[in-house]
């Protein structure tokens, strides 16, 4: 299980360190966020006695891992079409250890394309000490590893990826507009702070938001906790998933379909 | 994770043994079936054409496919109670690629080393010998869409021996190769298959059965002719006539009429007789439709399909040697 899982992360990352050029590109989403965006939004407003920059930046920091774990989930509906998963599938790996990889995977992208974001702060005047950064790392592993568990448990039930874009703005999108990543949830209206409650990425942000400055809006014992709630419950809904197709007549191999 | 990597196979039994298998799917019968055994270190061919069953009997082997009835063994384990064991023992090379185009051949081996719960250091070994093994080495690093189509091939059939299997099924592993990346191919595999492995491979390439130490033809669900290529040619006999005419239609009802036996189907009339060179002249001259061209010749593996199925294998294998594969679909 662990030898699969391992197996997975490796040939995830060797493909990822070929798309190096992506973390670049990645960029872009979350500096136009925190300089047009919170610049121009912040020329005329303080959130809590703070700058405006400097209050959107771990917000950012959640947009920015949130769309590469997503992103990084889709992989598995190319990998359904390609070969190289034939291969993959007759060997003896549990199903189970491709999504905890596949998860696992993600994480790790997401995480890298988070610390490209943190040289950024001190323009956003967010100052990381030894201590601060730690945290937020901290912080920023168990983000992705949410959104990465997000991500592919709608993955695991695509047959196409042009689904994508749609539940990209129909579902992920939301859940960041409701998580208080651009606005504190505190001043929110009722409902949205309701909602909030729901939403994994409230969570990922505040205790990111609390890493860096201090303040929640969530007991960070509870946000830990719904993270990992929300990893744990994930995770074996996409294991549920993806070992359905075993009993498959075909195998999975020459008709792969994992949603059957 | 189980880290062995070659199942404990049983040694005294036959590498695949098929009893009364049948495949349905929904109403239609794939196999009605079918009866098979084939020896440790054979090569076996598996030829029948398109809609035969001839995917769906391979596919059971190989694993990817439960049967219906009956009961499959490779290497003395039931490909559906002993999955894993079975693919744990076995090296597959499919029609369509099976490799990470955009990774080099090297870490393609290596990963799928990996996922057979090599150790990192094993894998990368296990790669090194088998770049070695296939004369890959030069093109180890370059990202397999790279590499020429040949060079694709061999390395399905390292990632195929990763495991060092006891078992290789190749399904047209060649389509689409030109002449002399076929021919390196197969120089490759019949090494493998001179090291006690065996080999079940299906084709539509005529002369690539050729090197088959059996033939087991299948057609409409069933295995209607198993032998070595030699015997299975003397069953069609002497030689075989080929005649094209301005009116084959005609031509046939004479023929019949005069007591000869035309098989049937074909763009030509193909005639076998015990002896072609007897019986020619005389039929030149009396028969009463133009004959535009003739032909006498051995009888081939081709006509002992056409004899013994009414058809050929279905476009591909009539086909000029080299001639990239547009695979007739539909293969069932």
Known sequence: MIRGIYAVVVLDLKRFWLDRARLLAGLAQPLLYLFVLGAGIGANSQLGGVDYKRYIFPGVLGLSLLFTATFAAITIVFDRQIGFFKAVLIAPVPRAAIALGKIVAGALQALVQGVVVLPFAPLAGVHLGVGETFALLGAMLLASLTFSAIGLAFAARFSSTTVFPIVSNAVILPMFFLSGALYPLVTAPHWMQLAAHLDPVAYAVDLMRWALHGKFFFKPVLSLAAQAAVIAGLAWESVRVFNRGEDDSSLGATKFNWRR | ?332
């Open chain 2, 1 to 332: 994770m189980a880290s062995r990597m070659n199942a404990p196979a049983r040694t005294d039994a036959p590498a695949v043994e098929v009893r009364e298998l049948v495949k349905r799917y929904g109403k239609v019968e794939a196999l009605r079936g079918v009866d098979l055994t084939v020896q440790r270190g054979e090569m076996f061919a598996l030829l029948g054409p398109n809609g035969a069953g001839k995917t769906t009997l391979f596919s059971i082997l190989a694993t990817l496919r439960a049967p219906t009835e009956g009961a499959a063994r490779v290497l003395g384990h039931d490909v559906v109670a002993d999955r894993d064991t079975v693919r744990r023992a076995m090296g597959i090379v499919f029609q369509e690629p099976a490799i990470e185009q955009r990774l080099t051949g090297r870490d393609n081996l290596l990963l799928m080393g990996l996922f057979y719960g090599l150790p990192t250091q094993a894998a990368r070994e296990r790669a090194k010998v088998l770049l070695e093994d296939l004369e890959l080495t030069a093109a180890a690093d370059r990202p397999a869409k790279n590499l020429s189509g040949g060079q694709r091939r061999k390395l399905e059939l390292a990632r195929a021996l990763v495991t060092d299997p006891q078992i290789l099924f190749l399904d047209e592993a060649t389509v689409g190769l030109d002449v002399d990346a076929r021919r390196g191919f197969w120089a490759q595999v019949r090494g493998l298959a001179a090291k006690g492995r065996t080999v079940f491979f299906t084709t539509h390439y005529m002369e690539e059965a050729e090197v088959a130490d059996r033939i087991a033809l299948i057609d409409h669900g069933r295995i209607v002719a198993l032998d070595t290529p030699q015997a299975l040619k003397t069953r069609v006999g002497g030689g075989v006539i080929r005649l094209q005419t301005e009116d084959n239609a005609r031509a046939r009802e004479w023929l019949t009429e005069h007591g000869l036996t035309p098989e049937a189907g074909g763009e030509e009339i193909m005639l076998v007789h015990a002896d072609p060179a007897a019986v020619l002249p005389e039929l030149l001259r009396t028969l009463p439709v133009k004959v535009q061209r003739v032909e006498v010749h051995e009888p081939s593996l081709e006509d002992v399909f056409l004899k013994l199925t009414g058809r050929g294998l279905g476009g591909e294998m009539a086909a000029p040697a080299g001639r990239p594969g547009g695979r007739n679909g539909g293969a069932a």
